[in-house]
T-cell receptor, first 112, second 113 residues
Framework: GEDVEQSLFLSVREGDSSVINCTYT??????LYWYKQEPGAGLQLLTY?????DMKQDQRLTVLLNKKDKHLSLRIADTQTGDSAIYFC????????????FGGGTRVLVKP | KAGVTQTPRYLIKTRGQQVTLSCSPI?????VSWYQQTPGQGLQFLFE???????NKGNFPGRFSGRQFSNSRSEMNVSTLELGDSALYLC????????????FGSGTQLSVL
């Protein structure tokens, strides 16, 4: 079945790297996504990775996928105060079309 | 390109009433999905529409329904509102293929009193 888990909270100092972790259970996941949500806003797609990839880098963002352990991580380099938000990982499964299953979200607080 | 537009932004209703929410996807996108976000249950999938047909459905009661028009705009309806229906309702737009990048609107915040 589908289940996506994330830690609840992460505190980081401005300029440091942040690493947000996510685990999923469905081995038939096709795409895994990271979304960012700021207060009072919708979800902003940050990046995504296809399930046959191990890593994807996009400017300050690095996504690592360990298929064996069903573990996904998002690393944000040089974290800024504007990165303070809730981050959601999500998976889609080939058989389920565009249905996304989301984790509970990780609240990231960046301290100056 | 304009983003995903959801209206209204805020809505207050009372128990027993019904409500209709609207979503206009990104121009050229043919898939519209709806999600409910609450503090207790998180983000949950309601349904997806593609070419005016419901393509996928989540585990919500029949009080939750939707439709899609020929211009890809979608509406979601909730009848006989309950207090627990208070939530942020998010709409996601996609080109139409399965397993693709989805772009979300800012949502409609529904409060049921």
């Amino acid at each position: 079945g589908e289940d996506v888990e994330q830690s609840l909270f992460l505190s980081v100092r401005e300029g440091d790297s942040s690493v947000i972790n996510c685990t999923y259970t469905d081995s038939s996941s096709t795409y895994l996504y990271w979304y960012k949500q700021e207060p009072g806003a919708g979800l902003q797609l940050l990046t995504y990775i296809f399930s046959n990839m191990d890593m994807k880098q996009d400017q300050r963002l690095t996504v690592l996928l360990n298929k064996k352990d069903k573990h996904l991580s998002l690393r944000i380099a040089d974290t800024q105060t504007g990165d303070s938000a809730i981050y959601f990982c999500a998976e889609s499964i080939k058989a389920a079309g565009n249905k996304l299953t989301f984790g509970g979200g990780t609240r990231v607080l960046v301290k100056p | 390109k304009a983003g995903v537009t959801q209206t209204p932004r805020y809505l207050i209703k009372t128990r027993g009433q019904q409500v209709t929410l609207s979503c206009s996807p990104i121009s050229g996108h043919r898939s519209v999905s709806w999600y409910q976000q609450t503090p207790g249950q998180g983000l949950q999938f309601l349904f997806e529409y593609f070419s005016e047909t419901q393509r996928n459905k989540g585990n919500f009661p029949g009080r939750f329904s939707g439709r899609q028009f020929s211009n890809s705009r979608s509406e979601m309806n909730v009848s006989t509102l309950e207090l627990g229906d208070s939530a942020l309702y998010l709409c996601a737009s996609g080109p139409g293929h399965a397993n693709e990048k989805l772009f979300f609107g800012s949502g409609t915040q529904l409060s049921v009193l």
